[in-house]
């Protein structure tokens, strides 16, 4: 075999997995985009339900580590409890707004789809994951000071960390969020067995959690509980922050990921055929 003949084969060898990846989000969006509006929105409720755990455990353990752990090492237990909401999410196939920043962009992309079936996508999900997420925070508020695991304070403490920031500040962090949110989507499709996507969404969920950076779901059991507990947090604070995160997460998944992937496959792809 030639020199010219190995790098050609090898270079092949190389797009194949980048081809595979891109095969299976543009697969796996269509059929998102397809399915029925009624299984789209019961999907996305229990989605927003689901990942609700993750914050209420952050405040169960803030409220026992009080004045017990270092800020260092609250900061640590608290970011990696925040992924168990996106474990059950993501490996409960669950639909997640945040991640179709990416996947439903994808066949859209590729003409497969338009731009009104994205949007009616994005619509029912979004509205699925903040039902499922307003109704999982008024559970918590009313459950677990009555049960004594969370103090308000615990609350109000994880949501002053989300919203005690200049807007451009919250903006950006958002836009970093949907970033990380946008490459699991593309990591899980990626993946091959649950043990290596369970470890993609520990990683990128603890990421964005030990950062504090905004989600425009997972944040509603953050801040709305906070809402209720605290007059420094009123509704239009509430509303500033699901703006703000909701054009960040879909800018950072749809720009960062979804064109980027999308651009250097196809262009590598063409590039090789020549």
Same mark, same amino acid.
């Given at each position: 075999?030639?020199?010219?003949?190995?790098?050609?084969?090898?270079?092949?060898?190389?797009?194949?997995?980048?081809?595979?990846?891109?095969?299976?989000?543009?697969?796996?969006?269509?059929?998102?985009?397809?399915?029925?509006?009624?299984?789209?929105?019961?999907?996305?409720?229990?989605?927003?339900?689901?990942?609700?755990?993750?914050?209420?455990?952050?405040?169960?353990?803030?409220?026992?580590?009080?004045?017990?752990?270092?800020?260092?090492?609250?900061?640590?237990?608290?970011?990696?409890?925040?992924?168990?909401?996106?474990?059950?999410?993501?490996?409960?196939?669950?639909?997640?707004?945040?991640?179709?920043? $990416?996947?439903? %962009?994808?066949? #859209?992309?590729?003409?497969?789809?338009? /731009?009104?079936?994205?949007?009616?996508?994005? @619509? !029912? &999900?979004?509205?699925?994951?903040?039902?499922?997420?307003?109704?999982?925070?008024?559970?918590?508020?009313?459950?677990?000071?009555?049960?004594?695991?969370?103090?308000?304070?615990?609350?109000?403490?994880?949501?002053?960390?989300?919203?005690?920031?200049?807007?451009?500040?919250?903006?950006?962090?958002?836009?970093?969020?949907?970033?990380?949110?946008?490459?699991?989507?593309?990591?899980?499709?990626?993946?091959?067995?649950?043990?290596?996507? $369970?470890?993609? %969404?520990?990683? #990128?969920?603890?990421?964005?959690?030990? /950062?504090?950076?905004?989600?425009?779901?997972? @944040? !509603? &059991?953050?801040?709305?509980?906070?809402?209720?507990?605290?007059?420094?947090?009123?509704?239009?604070?509430?509303?500033?922050?699901?703006?703000?995160?909701?054009?960040?997460?879909?800018?950072?998944?749809?720009?960062?990921?979804?064109?980027?992937?999308?651009?250097?496959?196809?262009?590598?792809?063409?590039?090789?055929?020549?």
């Amino acid at each position: 075999m030639s020199e010219t003949e190995g790098n050609g084969s090898a270079s092949s060898d190389e797009q194949t997995p980048k081809s595979a990846i891109l095969e299976s989000e543009i697969e796996h969006g269509l059929n998102e985009l397809q399915r029925p509006s009624g299984g789209l929105f019961l999907s996305a409720l229990s989605a927003g339900l689901d990942i609700g755990f993750g914050p209420l455990l952050m405040a169960t353990v803030a409220t026992l580590a009080v004045g017990v752990w270092t800020e260092v090492t609250s900061t640590i237990v608290l970011a990696n409890l925040y992924a168990i909401g996106f474990i059950f999410v993501v490996l409960g196939r669950s639909e997640l707004f945040t991640e179709h920043t $990416t996947l439903a %962009v994808i066949p #859209v992309l590729n003409g497969d789809a338009s /731009a009104m079936e994205l949007g009616r996508l994005w @619509g !029912i &999900v979004y509205a699925g994951n903040v039902a499922g997420a307003g109704v999982f925070s008024v559970i918590a508020v009313t459950v677990a000071p009555s049960f004594g695991i969370v103090e308000p304070s615990a609350f109000v403490e994880l949501g002053k960390q989300l919203v005690d920031h200049p807007v451009e500040a919250k903006f950006t962090a958002a836009i970093l969020a949907g970033w990380l949110m946008g490459l699991l989507s593309w990591l899980v499709s990626a993946a091959q067995e649950t043990i290596s996507r $369970t470890f993609f %969404v520990w990683l #990128v969920a603890t990421t964005i959690g030990i /950062a504090h950076l905004p989600h425009c779901i997972a @944040g !509603i &059991v953050e801040v709305l509980p906070a809402m209720l507990f605290s007059p420094e947090i009123g509704f239009v604070t509430f509303a500033e922050f699901m703006l703000v995160s909701t054009v960040g997460n879909a800018i950072g998944g749809t720009v960062f990921v979804a064109l980027l992937k999308y651009g250097h496959v196809v262009r590598g792809t063409a590039d090789t055929s020549r």
